[in-house]
């Protein structure tokens, strides 16, 4: 376990899941420390750390930890796909164990470690009720009334899902940005343009909320394989294609199993200053 406060400044970790960037802070032993100006303030990838998604560690009674998550622009996620994932792993490591349980705003969630390395995590059913992901009105969130007509899924968080010729020639800032924003969405939404590029394989861009474009998203990717199974485009065991490199989604009976390389980047320490802004 990382010595995360013990001395100076306040001990963090950055890690990615396929360039999906985060900052860890290992908040076991002490009260909670994050707060949406210091989140926002370690985001800033000039003057802070930089990451798309912050994920503070908690203890829990009844599972090995708990888990909140921060957006860079300081706001808060229900769910982060990757971020779980790799802070499972870390947290496996520390345990010496190849399994954990852990609670967000989501619930109960569980991961393993597969023998090929990769790390997995069940994200859970997902949420397919309008007044669950939730939109405005009661719409029929399998075609949304928007351009293109996108499918509306929850996986702990809103995700609004394009199927595309080309998610190549999307103008992912320009359409991700309208898109987050727009009134359907009560709790602004993360959205996926997706284009089918074999058989179980999609190419995958994503905008998300509170973050704008990033490499990879983990529930994102959960909730594209989820709207192509029930568009029958394809089956419900999909790799996504993302600009940081590929994950698995797995739709099974008890759940949407995320798969996905983990790495753990560099630690540091922040600095009485910037804990000020706290
Ligand atoms: N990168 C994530 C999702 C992070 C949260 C999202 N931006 C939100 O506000 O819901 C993932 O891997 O799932």
Redesign the pocket.
């Known amino acids: 376990m990382m010595d995360m406060g013990a001395t100076s400044g306040l001990g963090f970790m950055k890690m990615h899941?396929a360039g999906?960037d985060f900052v860890v802070i290992d908040s076991r032993g002490r009260g909670a420390v994050m707060s949406a100006g210091l989140a926002r303030a370690l985001g800033d990838r000039h003057r802070g750390v930089g990451f798309?998604?912050l994920a503070e560690i908690r203890d829990h009674e009844g599972a090995d930890f708990a888990l909140d998550?921060w957006?860079s622009d300081g706001?808060?996620?229900?769910?982060?796909?990757?971020?779980?994932?790799c802070v499972c792993d870390y947290i496996m490591r520390d345990l010496g164990r190849d399994a954990v349980a852990l609670v967000t705003a989501r619930g109960r969630l569980h991961a393993v470690r597969r023998t090929d390395g990769l790390v997995s995590v069940n994200?859970g059913a997902p949420q397919l009720l309008w007044s669950e992901i939730p939109l405005a009105r009661e719409v029929v969130p399998d075609s949304l009334p928007l351009a293109g007509a996108p499918a509306a899924v929850g996986?702990?968080?809103?995700?609004c899902v394009f199927f595309v010729e080309d998610a190549e020639a999307v103008d992912l800032a320009g359409q991700g940005a309208a898109v987050e924003t727009d009134p359907l969405f009560p709790e602004?939404?993360?959205v996926e343009f997706a284009s089918l590029i074999g058989p179980d394989r999609l190419r995958l861009r994503?905008w998300?909320?509170?973050?704008g474009i990033?490499l990879?998203?983990?529930?994102?990717?959960?909730a594209t394989a989820v709207a192509a199974a029930r568009r029958g485009l394809t089956g419900r065991q999909v790799v996504l294609e993302m600009d940081g490199g590929p994950l698995e989604v797995d739709w099974r009976e008890d759940g949407v199993w995320?798969s996905g390389p983990v790495a753990h980047v560099f630690e540091g320490r922040l600095s009485p200053a910037m804990m000020a802004l706290a």
């Open positions: 899941g999906n798309d998604q998550f957006n706001s808060r996620a229900g769910a982060c796909g990757n971020a779980t994932r994200m996986m702990g968080n809103p995700h602004r939404t993360n994503v998300e909320r509170g973050a990033t990879a998203c983990g529930s994102g990717a959960c995320l």
